[in-house]
């Protein structure tokens, strides 16, 4: 069947939030959702929140609300569980906004993993099979910012919490009898606490593709770069590569080149020489003068490592016999995170940063595959 028409409030004003939230800390679970813009900015633009607690959905408008202290107390109250769905970007977003994450808070997309559901099931995927709804997705491109909103959109936006808290209500059952409850509750607040860890500027180089092709001297010269990119894109909410590329920050520091028109021929984009050209160049100049000892380490592709095929096999082949039918083998370590692992290992295993494997409830795993490896290569 198809979804129905759902009655909804829209929340523009502090006094009816105000009372809307006092409500809603009456119920042990509420269902929450946003919608956003995030095309050119560094942050996302808030358009939307959705709330239900089981009696009327409630669209809240950021636009017009100046008063957020009742909804931050809802998001820190103990006692209501905050239900969402591939909560990432809300995540970030609440604790961008409000300081905050949702707590307790329990995501029906991690949940769906350990329940066996396809990796990362959509939301229609659960409303199909827990409710037998097919859900209108048409107006997912809509300009969340722009006003006013129509009834369709609105109502698109509805239905993502109106069918979210009984989709919920029947996991919660399912998770009772579940021998991953306790892990389901440990994951959603784990990929919670990650999301919103904030970017270290003296560290953003190592976030760059290609970086470990640089020299000692090159990687000094594109750390200045992305630490200075990082914060000018937060301090003027604006995505990164919108600033300079980031090939255009990889060949800049390679080529340390001394005047503007050698930036066009590295193949930056005539806007971001306008606006950012002369800065590039002072930068490069202001690396030179770090002494060459002070360069960063070069970055290890380990990839390119003897061994590391056999040693990645190893691990995939460990993880199997670990997980055997209990689980799909990606829900406790992609193969991106078992190089991390192996990666750790090889770099000296240092204790403060420990990789996701020897984290949270995945930690025996993680020192279970740490014992199957190889001596060092």
């Known amino acids: 069947m198809q979804n129905l028409s759902i009655p909804y409030q829209i929340i523009q004003n502090n006094q009816q939030l105000q009372q809307l939230c006092q409500a809603a800390q009456q119920h042990p679970v509420v269902a929450l959702d946003t919608e956003f813009e995030r095309i050119r900015s560094y942050y996302a633009k808030l358009g939307l929140i959705q709330l239900y ?60 993993n350990f329940l066996g559901f396809p990796l990362s099931a959509g939301f229609a995927l659960l409303v199909e099979h827990y409710l037998q709804v097919q859900l209108d997705k048409k107006m997912s491109r809509t300009d969340w910012l722009k006003r006013p909103l129509s009834d369709r959109q609105l109502q698109y936006a509805a239905a993502d919490v109106y069918y979210l808290l009984p989709v919920y209500q029947q996991m919660a059952a399912a998770m009772q009898n579940s021998q991953w409850a306790e892990v389901i509750k440990q994951e959603c607040q784990f990929v919670a606490e990650k999301r919103c860890r904030q970017p270290i500027p003296e560290r953003a180089y190592l976030e760059i593709g290609n970086a470990w092709r640089l020299n000692r001297e090159e990687l000094n010269n594109l750390k200045f770069l992305a630490k200075w990119r990082l914060q000018e894109g937060i301090k003027r909410n604006l995505a990164l590569n919108f600033i300079v590329s980031n090939e255009g920050l990889v060949q800049t520091a390679i080529h340390a080149p001394k005047h503007t028109s050698q930036l066009l021929e590295l193949g930056l984009h005539p806007m971001e020489i306008k606006h950012h050209g002369k800065k590039l160049l002072l930068l490069i100049e202001q690396a030179k003068r770090v002494p060459a000892e002070e360069y960063p380490e070069l970055i290890e592709n380990i990839s390119e490592r003897s061994g590391y095929k056999k040693q990645m096999n190893g691990l995939q082949k460990t993880l199997k016999q670990l997980v055997k039918d209990q689980l799909p083998q ?35 795993y993680g020192e279970a595959l740490l014992n199957s490896l190889q001596p060092k290569e």
Do not use: C
Not at 56 to 65: E, K, N, S
Not at 342 to 364: D, M, V
């Open 53 to 112: 607690y089981g009696e009327q959905v409630a669209l809240i408008d950021p636009l017009t609300i100046t008063e957020w202290q009742p909804f931050i107390a809802l998001l820190t109250n103990q006692q209501v569980i905050k239900v969402l769905h591939a909560s990432g970007e809300d995540i970030e977003i609440f604790y961008q906004q409000f300081g905050q994450l949702p707590q307790p808070l329990m995501d029906t997309q991690i949940a769906a």
């Open 330 to 364: 990606q829900v406790v370590a992609s193969k991106k995170a078992l190089h991390q692992l192996l990666k750790w290992y090889w770099s000296g295993q240092p204790q403060e940063r420990l990789p996701e494997l020897l984290q949270s409830w995945r930690r025996p």
